[in-house]
C-alpha cells in the first residue's frame, strides 16, 4: 500500500461518479491513503449541492457523467460559486472535451485506470497548489486595500506605460477614476508639464523627482510634487512604473 507522505492525508475529498463499482474502488484507495470521503455523488447537480454544503477541499471528477451536466460542466460551475479545486477522472474523451476541460482550469487529470501513487501525486498537487494560490490572493487583496488606502496619490503602470492602478488619491488630482484611467496610457491620465518620467524610468531604472504642472482631466492645472520609480521582479527586470503625487506645498 502506498502511503501518504504529505501534510494534506486529512484533506476531505468529494467524488464525483456514475458508476458504483468505480466510486466504491476509488473511496477505498482515498481512505487507504489517508483521505476523508466527504461525499461520493453520481450528477452533477448533486455534486454542486454538495460542494456548497460540504466545502470539500478537492472534488475528484469523472468527465463523462450521466445526466443532463457533464463533468466539465459541473467543474466550471463549481470552480466559479465555490473556488474548490478539481481533479478529472477520464478513461477516454474526445478533443472538443479536453478542450472545454481545459478552460475549467482544473488542477489535474487521471486517466483510468490509474495506479494509487498517481492518485496521491496528484491530490497532493492539487490542495498544496490551491493553498498557496489561496495564500496569494489574500496577500494581493491586502496590499491592494494598502494601496487604496494610502494618503499620498499613486498611479501604477506596466513596461508599456499603460496604467494599471490608481487609488482614490490619484483619481482626486488627476480628475480620472480608477475605471477610467485602467488601460490608458499614463500621458493621458498624468499629463505633466515636464518630459514624461515613465519612459526615463523604464530606460534607465533610475528614481526622478521633480515638481511641475500637472494638467488633470478638466483642463485645470495644479502644482505637485512626484517620484517615479521603476516596479521590478525578482530578477530585476523592469516590469513597470510606480508614480507617487502630493499637491506641492503652499497650494
Not at 466539465?72 to 473556488?83: F, G, L, P, S
Amino acid at each position: 500500500m502506498v502511503e501518504n507522505p504529505g501534510n494534506f492525508s486529512q484533506s476531505r475529498i468529494l467524488v464525483v461518479e456514475d458508476e458504483s463499482i468505480v466510486a466504491m474502488n476509488i473511496c477505498e484507495r482515498l481512505k487507504d491513503l489517508g483521505y476523508d470521503v466527504a461525499d461520493v455523488v453520481s450528477t452533477g447537480v448533486d455534486a454542486i449541492k454538495r460542494a456548497g454544503e460540504l466545502d470539500p477541499d478537492l472534488v475528484l471528477m469523472d468527465i463523462v457523467l450521466k445526466g443532463d451536466m457533464d463533468g466539465v460542466e459541473t467543474a466550471d460551475k463549481i470552480r466559479n460559486a465555490h473556488d474548490i479545486p478539481v481533479i478529472f477522472l477520464t478513461a477516454y474523451s474526445d478533443n472538443d472535451t479536453l478542450r472545454r476541460a481545459k478552460i475549467t482550469e482544473p488542477y489535474g487529470y487521471i486517466l483510468k485506470p490509474f495506479e494509487q501513487r498517481e492518485l496521491l501525486i496528484a491530490i497532493e498537487i492539487a490542495v498544496y497548489k490551491h493553498e498557496l494560490e489561496r495564500k496569494l490572493k489574500a496577500s494581493e487583496n491586502w496590499l491592494l486595500a494598502t494601496l487604496k488606502l494610502m494618503s499620498a496619490a499613486l498611479i501604477t503602470t506596466d513596461i508599456n506605460g499603460t496604467v494599471t492602478f490608481m487609488n482614490a488619491e490619484a483619481a482626486t488630482i488627476t480628475g480620472w477614476t480608477m475605471k477610467e484611467a485602467i488601460g490608458e496610457e499614463i500621458t493621458e491620465v498624468f499629463n505633466v508639464s515636464h518630459e514624461h518620467p515613465v519612459k526615463k524610468v523604464l530606460q534607465e531604472g533610475m528614481v526622478i523627482s521633480k515638481n511641475s504642472l500637472l494638467t488633470n482631466k478638466k483642463g485645470a492645472q495644479l502644482k505637485i510634487d512626484f517620484s517615479a520609480i521603476s516596479i521590478t521582479d525578482e530578477s530585476k527586470r523592469n516590469m513597470g512604473v510606480a508614480i507617487l503625487i502630493h499637491s506641492a506645498s503652499g497650494d
